[in-house]
């Protein structure tokens, strides 16, 4: 089996997050891709849409694609990405843990035509968007799942498009994505696609226990940008931060030729590794935190879709 992890391009504003995964590739014998979005026939606008055709494009060579985006890095090289492939899903997406919507930043591609033809129907979505404000790909995920995997329930969708079409800022975002997130429900399992739930995925923001991890939770971290780093001090409680400056969990850089299967031994910081249980604690919280903003949302509901259409 070969698995490519698919970082979008090489940056140095994400360089700690790209030498680990590069480094976790060598020690698991996993190809490595690193692609420039330009380099391929892929003309869409935006370029949050461009890099789904690009995956959809590359995929073809290989049995499983994981897209990486440049700013996740590998915290623990001992995780295999087979502990979550499924030859009978297509499609695994993940859902982000701070709202209600599936993670487009990381996600893993079956060689199908169903999967191909799927992420590049997605990447098209950039070129028939309404004038009205969605976001990115992140905004627009739930509803391309929705019309993907529940083709007739038109009149539950009617309301959500009407919400979607009057969208003008990042709240009315969050309102359509709710609607649309009432249609696909709890489950996982939709025939060929699985959307893994909160915390269960293989990548997990930094932020959400302040840059602490632990080795039997977790895999991948998101959002390790080089402008963002900051210094460790010396006590760093675990809980809930901004998602912006992060810690390195690393004790010292990289050095990718050393990386290789007899060397998969990484240092630590000590002071960034945390209890399992405290913060499996400090998750369920926050997701307790978070359902209650998802039901807040839901309330605003029929205020978005019975607002008059804005004249510009």
């Given at each position: 089996m070969r698995v490519a992890p698919a970082p979008r391009k090489k940056s140095r504003s994400s360089r700690?997050?790209?030498?680990?995964?590069?480094?976790?590739?060598?020690?698991?014998?996993?190809?490595?891709l690193l692609f420039n979005d330009s380099s391929y026939d892929c003309r869409h606008k935006d370029h949050f849409f461009r890099r789904h055709c690009v995956v959809s494009k590359t995929a073809i060579n290989y049995d499983f694609t994981v897209f990486i985006d440049a700013d996740i890095g590998v915290v623990n090289p001992n995780r295999r990405i087979e502990e979550f492939l499924d030859d009978s899903k297509d499609l695994i997406f993940y859902d982000r843990f701070w709202n209600w919507e599936v993670a487009m930043g990381s996600y893993i591609v079956r060689n199908t035509s169903f999967?191909?033809?799927?992420?590049?129907?997605?990447?098209?979505?950039?070129?028939?968007?309404p004038k009205s404000f969605y976001g990115n790909d992140n905004g627009i995920i739930n509803r391309f799942l929705v019309k993907l995997l529940f083709p007739n329930a038109q009149i539950a969708m009617n309301d959500c498009e009407?919400?979607?079409?009057?969208s003008e800022n990042f709240n009315d975002v969050s309102i359509f994505?709710?609607?649309?997130?009432?249609?696909?429900?709890a489950s996982q399992d939709f025939?060929?696609?699985?959307?893994?739930?909160?915390?269960?995925?293989?990548?997990?923001?930094?932020?959400?226990?302040?840059?602490?991890?632990?080795?039997d939770l977790d895999f991948m971290l998101?959002?390790?940008?080089?402008?963002?780093?900051?210094?460790?001090?010396?006590?760093?409680?675990?809980?809930?931060?901004?998602?912006?400056?992060?810690?390195?969990p690393l004790a010292g850089p990289i050095d990718l030729d050393k990386c290789g299967p007899l060397n998969s031994t990484w240092e630590y910081d000590p002071r960034l590794i945390a209890d399992k249980s405290e913060m499996q604690e400090n998750h369920r919280n926050y997701e307790i935190y978070v359902n209650s903003n998802y039901i807040q949302t839901l309330a605003k509901m029929e205020e978005l879709k019975n607002r008059p259409?804005?004249?510009n």
């Open positions: 700690h997050a790209l030498d680990t995964v590069q480094c976790y590739a060598k020690i698991q014998g996993y190809t490595f999967a191909r033809e799927a992420l590049m129907d997605f990447a098209n979505y950039d070129l028939n968007l009407k919400m979607f079409n009057k994505e709710a609607c649309f997130r009432t249609i696909l429900g025939g060929k696609v699985r959307i893994i739930r909160k915390g269960h995925g293989w990548v997990r923001d930094h932020w959400l226990d302040n840059s602490k991890w632990n080795p998101h959002d390790w940008k080089e402008g963002n780093l900051n210094e460790t001090p010396e006590n760093v409680k675990l809980a809930a931060g901004s998602n912006g400056g992060w810690y390195n259409v804005s004249v």
